[in-house]
């Protein structure tokens, strides 16, 4: 599976739309991006993925850059429950079979 | 609804003692299932999976041995826990197709003392 890199942490101000970034640049065409967040002491939440085209859902939107090497998770308007860390990883076949790196922790201030 | 029921919550356990973390899956079939190991503050660690009865994979050399001896049952154990074996312990499972997401259980907190 290829690696993702992700800032460690950001901010963001409660109602705004928080943007999270993550480079995956060895990703190869049969690989996913997936994105999860894990409240602390929780167990990882699943919020969306994507192989190549963008995605929504009722949680957040997913743009995936037309030569897949990076993407950015998008949620809308951020509330203060939606401060955890969020992981991004990118997988083929097997959907739980990755290695979660550390994430960004992302910090939603009133 | 499919759900994934891992307990216990918490453990605390002394060193050298032995070790049985268990996790079933409820509402489906033939799941994919896999053990995560979190250090305080890092990402998560794969440390089994198995893609069938009987059949476990290791990810990584360590003290833990994984075994599935129903379809939706997956535990983990040691022999002689260490204290390096502290930590946080997710169970997950996932439909064996492509494309579909992981879904995580809530998560054992086990210290070594």
């Known amino acids: 599976d290829a690696k993702t890199t992700q800032p460690p942490s950001m901010d963001c101000a409660e109602g705004r739309a928080a943007n999270l970034p993550c480079n995956h640049s060895?990703?190869?065409?049969?690989?996913?991006v997936y994105w999860y967040r894990q409240i602390h002491s929780q167990g990882p939440q699943y919020i969306i993925h994507?192989?190549?085209n963008n995605e929504t859902n009722e949680m957040a939107s997913l743009i995936i850059t037309e030569d897949r090497k990076s993407s950015t998770l998008i949620l809308p308007h951020a509330t203060l429950r939606d401060t955890a860390v969020y992981y991004c990883?990118?997988?083929?076949?097997?959907?739980?079979?990755?290695?979660f790196g550390d994430g960004t922790t992302l910090t939603v201030k009133p | 609804s499919q759900t994934i029921h891992q307990w216990p919550a918490t453990l605390v356990q002394p060193v050298g003692s032995p070790l049985s973390l268990e996790c079933t899956v409820e509402?489906?079939?033939?799941?994919?299932l896999y053990w995560y190991r979190q250090a305080a503050g890092r990402g998560l660690q794969l440390l089994f999976y198995?893609?069938?009865?009987?059949?476990i994979s290791s990810e990584v050399p360590q003290n833990l041995s994984a075994s599935r001896p129903q379809d939706r049952q997956f535990i983990l154990s040691s022999k002689k826990l260490l204290l390096s074996d502290s930590g946080f312990y997710l169970c997950?499972?996932?439909?064996?197709?492509?494309?579909?997401?992981?879904?995580f259980g809530q998560g054992t907190r086990l210290t070594v003392v």
């Open positions: 990883i990118v997988m083929d076949t097997n959907a739980g079979k990755s290695t």
């Open positions: 509402g489906t079939s033939n799941p994919n």
């Open positions: 060895t990703i190869s065409g049969n690989e996913y």
């Open positions: 994507g192989l190549k």
């Open positions: 997950a499972w996932s439909p064996g197709t492509v494309n579909t997401e992981a879904f």
């Open positions: 198995s893609v069938g009865i009987g059949q």
